[in-house]
């Protein structure tokens, strides 16, 4: 008889359906840690990053430090508190100190005139720094509006810090987010009129911007200490200090109408004289995010000049000393392998870094992220040939990466790395420093933060897609329901200059859950194929990406995956306005829904914080004021009596980029015409609703994009489904 506890001792257990994994939940989308902004510590022991979760009562985010040992010893650990928001961590030059930005409360002494008493307060999000040996973390930073990152000195002495110089008050500020602030009885409120004489004035997300321009500061490590750098109408980006310490490069726009061109050039400034040199030049300059070479003689930057460059961002070398702020100084050294570094990919899962460039030890390579067949890749490129080099190759999305030096050249870079099936994880991989070696292997992952999770679900992997369109080869995608003809809803991403790929979409997973294959494409317009494929939508951001779209759902239809009698399709900024497009010309499709879309070309060039013609100008090379007709004719607006598909139409109420004036004069359209047509408004959410609402709206708004797309493509039903009740995301 076998003992008790053994194998043979245990009674068979029934697998029961509770206990097989299941298709995606719109709530699931909340139980999901995001890991961000990966940095390795200079001797490549350590990586730091920021896991961002869901707050209990699903009304917020919280953030906190991680760190993991590359070597495996232990396993990744949160090491901040992480009760609010601990994020964006540094590591010092000589790695014995993490620094990282928090909004925890502290206790402080004040004193006022009768006495001293321990007060709570907040001033936004200041820097901490954390002993990696043992302690706890200490405040540095005590700036008035906060700070909105920063950047350590070579020397590990001083921090550059980013913080608004100048803003509005805070009651100002609280007014704005619908919380009045106190005043004593019987006085009257302080004045809440805002004035502008420039335009840039909105930003989506934020609101009121013209008070709010960070600029740098700079502060010393051990005290606090802070003087101001730079000032001006516009904000500094991209930081990055030159070796000697004694330098900071940014971007910035100095010239006179900021505001009516969207220009940036990249300046140097001494630190200690205070001067500061252009380094860029040209008539039409977009030039960001600058890294210094290690002999402090030139910075790579992305960017170009206009209209040559287009919207590809090429990486350039240019000298330090100014001497190459002339309309055609610098180097171009990836341009002619039509590279778009900086990308950007579409999830509604996780978001990239943003552009990135980084220098090896010695100089001879700079990493970055660049896509190619839909896949987001780590490439590097030879600083004196100008060769790039892949360095993975995979179907998956690197969103943002760091790295540290290794020997005889080499580099280990830290990643976060997800899939279409895999949330985003940390990863690290090892590179040797001669071309041709390349990585020593797949990234490997340092963190399964949401295993547990995953284990209750079953995602679908996309299948490929590929047709041709007009001599153009067009790439896509379907996440199959099941086998054989099925409900599909063709998704379409915004931009338009973004692009789908091998990332995760919860949307397209809840759909496929309920019985609806999604099929996504990459139309004309579309990053990631080369210039040509980027710019073939200029002045045509509707019939010639319809073509592209349409030919792929035929594609579909022919080869029996989809049933031509059951098709939706929805489509979110730019989507939303190919949506609306779509269903005014073509009427096969059973529902629609369009987010947070354009309906009035002309209303997207005159409000919100897009307002002007410098893009009208590249993208149509005319402007509403001056040919009214044309933007009239391009609006899906003009032709919106001729839909006959059930339309959704969300739209948040605080969306700056797409204001909701567009969705209030589309709906107004169709009903007068007695369309089927519902009008969801979302309160209190900007155009990122669906990639960074607040989570209970973010889920709900999967909810009602799933009912909606069921009940017309699943259940069959003709009539507009009845007004949605609230419910819990399920």
Partial sequence: MPRPGTRRDLHPIPVTEAMMPRPPRPDDLARLRIPTEPRISPDGRLVAFTVKAVAPGHDGYRSAIWLADVDGTRPARQITLGTKQDAHPRFSPDGRTLAFLSDRRLTVEEEPALGSDPKEREDGTQVHLLPLDGGEARRLTDLPRGVDGFEWSPDGRRLAVATTSRGATREQDARLRGKAGKREPGSPPESDYRYTDRLGYLFNGVGFVNDRIAHLWLVDAQTGESRRLTGGPTAEEGVAWAPDGQRIAYATNRRRDHDLRFRSDVWVLDVDSGVETRVTGGEDPVFFAPAWLPDGRALAVLGGRLPENGYRSDIWIIAADGSDATPDGGENLSGRHDLMPGAAMNSDVTIGEGPRLLASEDGAWLTFIAPVDGSAELWRIGTRDGEPERLTRDRHFISSFDQAATPRGGSRLALVRSTPTDPPDVHVLDVAGRRGKGASGRPEPLTQLNAEVMGDLRLVEPIERRWTVDGREI??????????????????????????????????????????????????????????????????????????????????????????DRLGVTGGSYGGYLTTWIVAHDARFR?????????????????????????????????????????????????????????????????????????????????????????????DESHELTRSGTPFRRVENLVQVRDWFRHFLVDGKRGLPPLPKARAGK
């Fill in 475 to 564: 790439q896509g995608w379907l996440v199959p329901a099941g086998a054989g003809r099925r409900p599909v809803v063709t998704e379409i991403h915004g931009g338009p200059h973004t692009l789908y790929g091998w990332s995760p979409f919860w949307e397209f997973q809840v759909l496929a859950g309920e019985g609806m294959s999604v099929f996504s494409a990459n139309p004309r317009g579309s990053e990631g194929y080369g210039r040509d494929f980027n710019e073939a939508n200029l002045r045509d951001w509707g019939p010639g990406p319809m073509r592209d779209v349409m030919a792929g759902i035929e594609a579909l239809v022919a080869d029996g995956l989809a049933d031509p």
């Fill in 591 to 683: 529902a629609a829904l369009t987010a947070r879309s354009v309906s009035d070309m002309a209303m997207l060039f005159l409000t919100g914080d897009i307002s002007g013609g410098d893009w009208a100008e590249q993208e149509f090379k005319t402007v509403p004021w001056k040919d009214p007709g044309y933007f009239r004719e391009i609006s899906p607006l003009t032709h919106a009596m001729n839909i006959r598909t059930p339309l959704l139409i969300q739209h948040s109420e605080r969306d700056l980029r797409t204001t909701v004036g567009q969705a209030e004069a589309l709906f107004t359209v169709l009903r007068s015409h007695k369309r089927p047509v519902r009008l969801m408004r979302v309160p």
